[in-house]
């Protein structure tokens, strides 16, 4: 039976540096919580519905970059910076799905 030391073992860290060498560094992830998933799961029934992936990449990555004090980098007032680059969106949210276990068979954060 598992206890509670493996478990939060096998949750992995709580952060996560992401290089972006088009932006000139690195950004900083969390791991995603329960209220960060239900905005998600909204916004991704909404995103299908639209054929809109782009939307949902961004704000995977907005609801999980963070600043260095962990308050959060982007909002929906800023998504139009990532919406404006699509390609480096989608790598990033790529990484933060994979870090959040959000991908199919994904089992290393």
């Given amino acids: 039976m598992l206890t509670i030391d493996q478990i939060k073992a096998a949750h992995g860290p709580g952060e996560k540096l992401i290089h972006v060498p088009e932006?000139?560094?690195d950004v900083k992830a969390r791991r995603l919580g329960a209220e960060q998933y239900l905005r998600l799961s909204s916004i991704i029934t909404d995103a299908a519905?639209?054929?809109n992936a782009a939307?949902?990449?961004?704000?995977?990555v907005e609801e999980s970059l963070i600043?260095?004090?962990g308050s959060p980098m982007f909002d929906e007032n800023s998504r139009h910076i990532l919406l404006a680059e699509?390609?480096?969106t989608a790598r990033i949210g790529t990484e933060i799905m994979a870090f959040n276990k959000l991908t199919k068979g994904n089992t290393n954060g």
Avoid: S, T
């Avoid at 939307?55 to 995977?60: F, T």
């Fill in 55 to 60: 939307n949902y990449l961004a704000a995977v």
């Fill in 23 to 25: 932006w000139g560094g």
């Fill in 86 to 88: 699509p390609i480096i």
């Fill in 49 to 51: 519905a639209k054929g």
């Fill in 67 to 69: 600043n260095e004090n």
